[in-house]
């Protein structure tokens, strides 16, 4: 559908009756143009109570558990009596009521087993989803935009890897396709759950944390829409995070590759995964401030007219260093790498960074903290002789780390930049522990001590001059 705009609206976009009138007045100014299919994030904090809740039922905590379903179903049923005229509400909240009574029996399951499925898990989180997607539908109705929820289960295949399922695109576009299409055709406006899909046998998987905003993407892939538009708390993306770097300026324009290598480096604005779908059909991207609507936002598009250095910088706190250190120097490299880069691949870790130093094939591997268990576990299994038989060093990790990024397609071929990002990391007095640039030169990743992260951030913002490259020609 060639005219089609997707617009998702995130957490804090969601998070209250009057947050979700104007995501709604948003939706309805916008279909007056042109057919809009929107994507909802749970309202604010609701993913992380669910999560709770879950925690407190397999440890037996039931009057916390009890406490937690309160806290859910009257910030929703809240929400739906201030949103709705009062003719519209029971039909709601007896919808509310239904969703919720569907996650007390899987919180009542998980007590009762003392573990959480992952199976269930994901249905239950897609209930957050489900409840607020339910309300923004009901209120654009009242508001005479005739509007349907629908359950991403019914739209996005996946794999099964719960909590961090990947798309099958083509049974999606399929599914996607056969059930939005007509819905639009009509006049009716879509309200998808983000965040959650299914196997194709039915089962209930998510996304990954952040989901929803990869979920926008993979339907306006698949429904070949005209745009995306992501509605989030901040004016679009920034020269870095707002609330680490106070000075941080808006960036107009930012492309695919500067964009996706933020999102992965840490920029929460995007989910890292959000890109991928749309590079192919090059369908632009804005991202927008649902707290300021005048406010242009910051358009993703495939490359800029002129672009100078460095742009953005960004940071990970959570993450661990683990280094690979031979023994014995007969020992191939690259065949050491290859077996653990295999291992790591096959337990489905992500691989942050890597950094080699060749004349002792000794390298060391950056990874989230909280898949360092799943990280170690595949490179012992993999390195297993190379470790018995005293060929490697044991493994070290040292997690006390933190990553910093700096993006920009202009830094290619921009010589002394690194040594002056360096320079200014250095005299902060925060030292520097690994460094990986790759060839393409469109992010260097440095790994930091942990304490010195947020400092690093600041003084490489400052010494790139990010806010005043963000506004080229004040008074514009
Ligand atoms: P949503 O709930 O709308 O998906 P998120 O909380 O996931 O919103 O993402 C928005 C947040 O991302 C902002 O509030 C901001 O603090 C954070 N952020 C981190 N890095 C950046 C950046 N480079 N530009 C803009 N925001 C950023
Ligand atoms: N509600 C989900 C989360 O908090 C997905 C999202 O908001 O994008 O992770
Ligand atoms: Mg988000």
């Known amino acids: 559908m060639n005219d089609l705009l997707v617009m998702k609206f995130g957490g804090t976009s969601m998070g209250s009756a009057e947050r979700i009138r104007v995501a709604a007045e948003i939706c309805a100014a916008e279909q007056r143009r042109r057919p ?40 929703h049923e809240q929400a739906c009596l201030e949103l709705l005229p009062a003719d519209r509400q029971a039909a709601v909240l007896e919808g509310i009521q239904n969703l919720i009574a569907a996650f007390e029996r899987i919180t009542g399951g998980i007590a009762l087993l ?3 499925p992952p199976r269930s898990v994901d249905e239950a989180l897609s209930i957050g989803e489900r409840l607020s997607a339910l309300l923004m539908a009901a209120y654009l109705e009242s508001q005479g935009v005739r509007a349907e929820a629908v359950n991403a289960a019914e739209l996005i295949v996946t794999d099964a890897v719960f909590g961090n399922a990947t798309p099958l695109m083509e049974p999606t576009s399929e599914k996607a396709r056969a059930r939005l299409l007509p819905l639009l055709a009509a006049g009716v406006l879509p309200v998808v759950t983000g965040f959650n899909g299914a196997t194709a046998d039915g089962r209930p998987t998510t996304l990954g944390r952040g989901g929803s905003d990869f979920s926008a993407s993979i ?8 745009e995306l538009w992501i509605w989030t708390d901040v004016d679009g993306i920034m020269t870095a995070d707002p609330r680490l770097v106070p000075d941080a300026s808006i960036l107009e324009e930012v492309t695919y590759s500067e964009a996706a290598e933020l999102a992965y480096n840490g920029a929460k604005v995007l989910h890292p995964r959000t890109l991928a779908p749309l590079i192919e059909k090059q369908i632009p991207v804005w991202s927008k401030n649902s707290f300021a609507l ?32 031979p023994a014995s120097a007969g020992l191939h ?5 290859g077996r653990a880069l295999d291992g790591l691949g096959r337990a489905d870790v992500e ?17 989230r903290a909280q898949e360092l268990p799943a990280a170690l576990m595949a490179l012992g299994e993999s ?18 780390v933190g990553l910093l990024a700096v993006v920009g397609e202009g830094m290619r071929g921009t010589p002394g930049l690194a040594g002056r990002i360096f320079t200014a990391i250095s005299r902060e007095k925060v030292n520097i522990i690994a460094i990986a640039q790759g060839s393409n030169e469109l992010t260097i990743a440095i790994v930091v001590h942990r304490d010195g992260l947020e400092k690093a951030v600041r003084a490489v913002h400052a010494e790139c001059h990010m806010t005043e490259q963000a506004h080229p020609h004040p008074g514009d």
């Open 219 to 226: 339907l306006a892939a698949v429904l070949d829409a005209a």
């Open 36 to 75: 809009v299919a929107a994507v909802v994030s749970a309202m604010s904090k609701i993913t992380d109570l669910l999560l709770e809740t879950m925690r407190r039922a397999e440890s037996g905590d039931r009057e916390g558990v009890e406490q937690d379903i309160r806290r859910l179903r009257q910030r």
């Open 351 to 367: 691989l942050l960074a890597l950094s080699s130093s060749s004349y002792r094939q000794s390298f060391c591997l950056l990874v």
């Open 294 to 325: 005048d406010k242009p936002g910051t358009k993703i598009v495939p490359r800029l007219q002129v672009s100078s250095g460095a742009r953005a910088v960004t940071s990970m706190a959570n993450v661990a260093l683990i280094s690979i250190e």
């Open 333 to 337: 490299g690259a065949q050491v790498m």
């Open 383 to 400: 390195l297993e002789l190379e470790l018995a038989h005293g060929y490697l060093k044991p493994l070290e990790v040292d997690d006390n």
């Open 114 to 116: 003392g573990e959480w």
